[in-house]
């Protein structure tokens, strides 16, 4: 293969949205906060109308005390009182103006974003998901993103309504008496220490706390995958041990990272009490000496009453973003990774005729984390027609197709078809000459029709049942009472293993690609089918270059060529009977695994 210095591959494109060279924030505001702008601004406006009426209703409490109550003026009754029910009507108008609002924000950003995450994850190399489970995944896309995304009414709440609302009630508190306020909030900077050691532990006991979510996630994705193992070994005691402690784990993180979030507001309700008490002294004196009113002292306190919520709320803040922030961050950190498998920036033709291109591996070298699965290997496959790959489990030969179709990359060497790098072809190009069967024939949840389909265009159900027909599956189609609609169960479980590959086998016919590559395709196969099924892939391989892994004489016997691997290496390239003749590896390979032999 070509160093990344001679072929000039294509940068990746950047599916994060910006995530990789912008800062958390301003990734978070251009790629999902920014598009819902108006939404935002409306909602804004809605919370400060509701902040505002908190000023109003503690102003309104000094002409209630001092014109009803002590003067007794009756005709202000009326007023005061029609005044009080507008400030409530307004305020709860608003508040369900912005909280629907603002759910529509949440909403849409949590929607957006796991749309945002699979298109990129789905971008992303092979090697990533082995190194990420799906659990973890699974937490990171449907977890994280509901976490995270609380945060938006935390915030946008606080900037719209409390500060609002602080300000109102500020100003209300400083038109009765200036020094009253500054005695009431004296004890506020004794809270920025505090407060600041709270925020970081909330910051590290959320990102644990995340961890230790995914961590369940995944024991939760092996435990239902494996559910057969897990019986069949009557491990259900040792996986409940397991799961448990898990769950003890997220229990403990999850509740240091809460206690710390609610310490937050409790460090300002400390302060109220020292500012509270402070007021009463101080202004009470100043009642019974005749210097304030009645009236004056009920709307102050009602004000500083009123004040501490949304003080509480905008201390908060603070806690609920950290917590948010560990989200975000994983979040963003998806988003920040790459893939390395790429299509070069000017990608060649692919062969005019693929079929008739032969498959070339000179030195090929492919490493997966520190151990060389392949190790040098070179041989042809020539065009139209059938090479087997024979060897012990283990000595490279799925690698040749992963390295052949570019699920990895090599670290040395080059693979050709047709004389064109495979790196050097579009990944769409590239991936359209094969059809790949393999041992394990994935399927999804979808039904038959869908599954055989996939992703080929324009396909009628008359093609579909010729390719179930020279699959052997007619069969059981006509048992299927849905027919092609019978749903295959997740991960195809409603279908047996023989019959999951001859589906997979029906989905390679009907994707009709110029070269055929089979990874011990008939071995889940009975015996009875696996002729039927043989017969299908003859047909199959005709006029197709066909690569296929073996493990049955038959097989081996019919191929066109053999080529023999060990360790990474090929040893040996020949027919079967020049190969058994040489004796050495093959002989032996001949004796103990070809399971007709
Ligand atoms: P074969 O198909 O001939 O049985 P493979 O090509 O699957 O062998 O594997 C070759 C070697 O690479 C083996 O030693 C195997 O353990 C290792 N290997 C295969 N896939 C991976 C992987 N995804 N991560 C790490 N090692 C792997
Ligand atoms: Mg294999």
């Known amino acids: 293969m070509t160093t990344p210095g001679e072929t000039e591959t294509s940068t990746p494109p950047d599916t994060g949205l910006g995530a990789r060279d912008l800062p958390l924030v301003r990734w978070l505001w251009r790629a999902y906060l ?45 007023w005061v009182a029609g005044a009080v029910g507008l400030i409530f009507v307004i305020r709860a108008v608003t508040a369900f103006g912005h909280r629907t609002l603002m759910h529509g924000v949440g909403l849409r950003i949590i929607t957006g974003m796991q749309r945002d995450m699979v298109a990129h994850l789905l971008t992303l190399d092979s090697a990533y998901f082995q190194r990420n489970p799906p659990g973890t995944l699974i937490e990171r896309v449907r977890g994280d993103t509901t976490v995270a995304n609380t945060i938006w009414a935390v915030v946008l709440g606080a900037a719209g309504r409390d500060i609002v609302g602080l300000i109102a009630l500020f100003a209300v508190a400083i038109s009765i008496d200036p020094v009253w306020t500054l005695v009431a909030v004296a004890g506020a900077p004794l809270l920025l220490g505090p407060v600041l050691i709270l925020q970081r532990y909330v910051r590290r006991t959320t990102f644990r706390a995340r961890e230790a979510a995914a961590r369940l996630s995944t024991r939760l994705d092996e435990i239902f995958h494996g559910i057969n193992t897990v019986k069949l070994n009557t491990s259900e005691t040792r996986e409940r041990g397991r799961f ?47 210097q304030k009113t009645v009236g004056e002292f009920m709307s102050f306190f009602t004000a500083m009453g009123l004040i501490f919520e949304p003080l509480r709320r905008v201390a908060n803040v603070a806690g609920a973003w950290q917590a948010a922030r560990a989200s975000l961050e994983r979040i963003q950190e998806i988003f920040k990774v790459a893939p390395t498998i790429l299509a070069p920036a000017k990608p060649s033709v692919a062969p005019e005729a693929p079929a008739a291109a032969d498959i070339r591996f000179e030195d090929v070298v492919v490493t997966y984390g520190t151990e ?226």
């Open 34 to 78: 920014r598009p819902l702008r108006l939404m935002i601004i409306c909602a804004l406006v809605l919370m400060a109308i509701e902040g505002a009426m908190l000023g109003a209703i503690s102003y309104i409490v000094q002409p209630m005390f001092d014109q009803v109550f002590i003067a007794g003026d009756r005709d202000a009754v009326y």
């Open 244 to 290: 448990a402690t898990t769950t003890d784990g997220f229990l403990r993180q999850e509740m240091k990272a809460r206690m710390g979030q609610a310490g937050i507001p409790m460090m300002t309700d400390f302060v109220a009490a020292i500012g509270f008490a402070g007021v009463l002294v101080y202004g009470g004196s100043q009642i019974i000496d005749g």
């Open 372 to 597: 060389n699965a392949l190790n040098g290997a070179t041989f042809t496959a020539t065009a139209g027609e059938t090479t087997a790959l024979v060897g012990a489990s283990g000595a490279g030969k799925s690698t040749v197709f992963n390295a052949l179709t570019r699920l990895v990359d090599p670290e040395g060497g080059r693979v050709t078809v047709g004389g064109v790098e495979t790196v050097a072809l579009d990944l769409t190009d590239l991936r359209a000459l094969f059809s790949v069967v393999t041992q394990e024939a994935p399927m999804f949840d979808e039904s038959l029709r869908d599954n055989v389909v996939l992703n080929t265009p324009d396909v009628s159900d008359a093609r579909i049942r010729d390719a179930l027909e020279a699959a052997n599956l007619t069969d059981f189609v006509a048992r299927l009472p849905q027919g092609l609609d019978a749903e295959a169960g997740p991960r195809g479980s409603n279908w047996s293993g023989g019959q999951r590959q001859r589906v997979a086998i029906a989905r390679a016919l009907v994707r009709n690609a110029p070269i055929l590559l089979l990874d011990e395709a008939t071995s889940a196969l009975d015996a009875e089918s696996e002729v039927r099924v043989q017969a299908a892939l003859d047909n199959l391989a005709a006029d197709r270059t066909t690569l296929v892994i073996a493990h049955r004489l038959s097989t081996v016997r019919r191929a066109d060529k053999i080529v023999v691997m060990q360790d990474g290496r090929v040893l040996d390239e020949g027919k079967h009977d020049e190969l058994l003749a040489r004796g050495g590896v093959y002989a032996n390979l001949y004796q103990l695994q070809f399971s007709d032999a």
